[in-house]
């Protein structure tokens, strides 16, 4: 997730200045120059913490509601991604529930699931990543940090997001036991803030929409979404993650991420 190549870095500054893709610029140097700046712009936060609330909704229109706490490490060597804690704290039959991440490059991602019902903390298998997480429409793998080198890219188009204008990108999962075979993504050109993700299953069917709204900026550099909304187009299920009291740089390290304190989590 770091940018540290500064050969690298000015070449893709020198394909991003040129606007559509000219010359010897090609689709795949464009997406990837694109992910690459979204990446840039968000070096340096440190750590970051949020509380979420989280509402499921099924075809017939039935809804319940989780609160959770979500907890973000930054790690700066670009070869291992961030890492990620989230803690449930209501209802109760969920309460304490937490799902720890250690986002990798190309080799399988760590993540661990305590379930305090079962009083144990259970490592979830590389194999099974695609699989929902808390019965809600986010797979285990999209709660892991989007890290640049984890896909191949595609630039496809600009175009109209909204008030905004928007380069279309498609990604091509690396790693090899991904629920998806490739994700289009919308980032618009203004502040580089995902819009928009849609999610092709392994038949390269349309399976899902991750839409983000509410954007607001911290610490005059940061954006972060107040709202993620994702729709599953093949079984009418939804969620909606929102987003409140975002805090950067509280000092959290390694020790706050640590897969032995899950069962001693409050």
Not at 47 to 64: F, H, I, P, R, W
Not at 148 to 155: F, I, L, Q, S, T
Request: charged share 30%; aromatic share 12%.
């Amino acid at each position: 997730m770091r940018w540290t190549d500064v050969a690298a870095a000015a070449a893709v500054l020198g394909v991003l200045a040129a606007g559509a893709p000219v010359g010897a610029e090609t689709p795949e140097l464009k997406g990837r120059a694109v992910a690459e700046e979204m990446d840039r712009r968000d070096l340096g936060f440190g750590d970051s913490a949020a509380e979420v609330k989280m509402e499921l909704s099924n075809q017939q229109g039935q809804t319940s509601t989780r609160e959770l706490r979500i907890q973000t490490l930054e790690v700066p060597e670009r070869e291992v991604g961030d890492k990620a804690l989230i803690v449930f704290d209501h209802p109760r039959d969920i309460e304490g529930t937490a799902l720890l991440s250690f986002t990798k490059i190309l080799e399988p991602d760590d993540q661990w699931l305590f379930l305090p019902a079962l009083k144990r903390v259970k490592r979830i298998s590389s194999a099974n990543k695609s699989g929902p997480f808390v019965g809600s429409e986010f797979a285990y793998e999209d709660m892991l940090a989007p890290e640049v080198d984890k896909y191949e890219y595609r630039w496809l188009r600009d175009e109209a997001c909204g008030a905004l204008t928007c380069f279309v990108v498609e990604r091509y999962p690396l790693y090899e036991n991904s629920g998806y075979t490739r994700q289009v993504t919308w980032i618009d050109q203004q502040e580089y803030r995902v819009q928009r993700v849609e999610f092709y299953d392994r038949k390269d069917a349309l399976l899902k929409t991750l839409t983000f709204s509410g954007y607001r900026q911290y610490l005059d550099q940061y954006w972060r979404a107040d709202e993620w909304y994702m729709e599953n187009h093949q079984t009418g299920k939804t969620t909606r993650l929102t987003f409140a009291g975002w805090n950067f740089r509280n000092g959290l390290d390694d020790n706050d991420f640590d897969p032995n304190r899950l069962e001693r989590l409050r």
